[in-house]
């Protein structure tokens, strides 16, 4: 049990990203790590929006490519590939949360949704330095720290993994 | 029991060729499905550019609430897709023997185009055959 990256987003974008490992680098991808960022959103938000298209037992499912409201219709919670898996959760505040790991984990949608809890309500949205939207994370290192202790104390962070 | 929805075959350019219903699903349109293979085809090939590990070859699984997606890319790139119920045990093997299924009944078919939409009756026949073997 591997965990690879953290991507947090708002409606402005990424507003906190963390590696803890990345044996391929940002280079040999995208590119840059802004574009990685967007691009992962941008995957993101097409699955979603892709899972809402398809899902098999909406009855009134939202037209392909019609606007769609956050948390309508079926909701995408994680893909694997064939070295690693995404998981996904989108609050319906609008928050994202993209956390990337090795395969042979199971469903974490409650890992992200006690690390939306834990950390991003408790350290950033209800801190008096945060400033809105679009703002970076108040206290970025101890917010780091606090979110490789969750993961850790919930047994997806290995304790040979370093923060 | 009902668990397997619908086959997609997408072509290695992110074209439908095929789509299939097995059990009464919501209706996804004929527009909106080419609309998905070729979203898939995408999605697919930029997972692999994001993957934060070397040598990723793209998605395999998908899940969502309601349906799991299950996607078989081929050496030369054509990709199954099969949505199905959540937690369907054995979804590989059933896609293995689609594809062998697909070798034999539409590659073979001597009528059949390459990369064009699949009409063939004996794909067709034993596909359901298959699927219905898998559901019980």
Redesign the interface.
């Known amino acids: 049990m591997l965990c690879?990256?953290i991507y947090f987003y708002d409606r402005t974008g990424c507003i906190f990203y963390h590696?803890w490992?990345?044996?391929?680098p940002v280079k040999?991808?995208?590119g840059t790590l802004e574009d990685?960022q967007k691009?992962?959103f941008?995957?993101c938000w097409?699955?979603s929006n892709?899972?809402a298209?398809?899902?098999?037992?909406?009855?009134d499912?939202p037209?392909?490519?019609a606007p769609r409201r956050i948390g309508q219709g079926?909701?995408?919670?994680?893909?694997?590939?064939?070295?690693?898996k995404?998981h996904f959760l989108e609050t319906p505040s609008g928050y994202k949360v993209v956390l990337?790991t090795s395969q042979d984990v199971g469903?974490l949608q409650e890992t992200l949704a006690a690390v939306y809890d834990e950390l991003l309500v408790a350290r950033c949205i209800r801190s008096p330095l945060y400033k809105g939207p679009g703002q970076p994370i108040p206290n970025p290192e101890g917010f780091r720290g606090a979110l490789s202790q969750l993961l850790r104390m919930r047994g997806v962070l290995p304790a040979s993994q370093s923060a | 029991m009902v668990s397997i929805y619908t086959l997609y075959v997408v072509n290695k350019s992110g074209g439908l060729i095929y789509s299939r219903d097995f059990t009464s699903v919501a209706k996804v349109d004929l527009n909106d499905a080419l609309r998905l293979a070729s979203i898939w085809h995408s999605m697919h090939a930029i997972s692999s550019q994001l993957s934060p590990v070397p040598g990723c070859t793209g998605v395999e699984l998908l899940e969502a609430d309601t349906f799991t997606l299950h996607c078989f890319q081929t050496l030369t790139g054509t990709k199954f897709l099969l949505v199905v119920e959540p937690n369907t045990p054995y979804v590989p093997a059933l896609l293995q023997r689609i594809y062998e299924v697909y070798s034999d009944y539409v590659l073979k078919n001597p009528f059949y185009e390459v990369e064009q939409v699949i009409k063939c009756e004996l794909f067709d026949e034993h596909l359901e055959l298959a699927v219905r073997r898998h559901n019980v």
């Open positions: 690879y990256n590696e490992l990345r044996p391929k040999q991808g995208a990685d691009q992962m941008g995957l097409t699955l892709f899972c298209a398809l899902d098999p037992k909406g009855t499912k037209q392909l490519g079926c909701q995408f919670r994680s893909f694997t590939a064939n070295n690693y995404l990337n469903s």
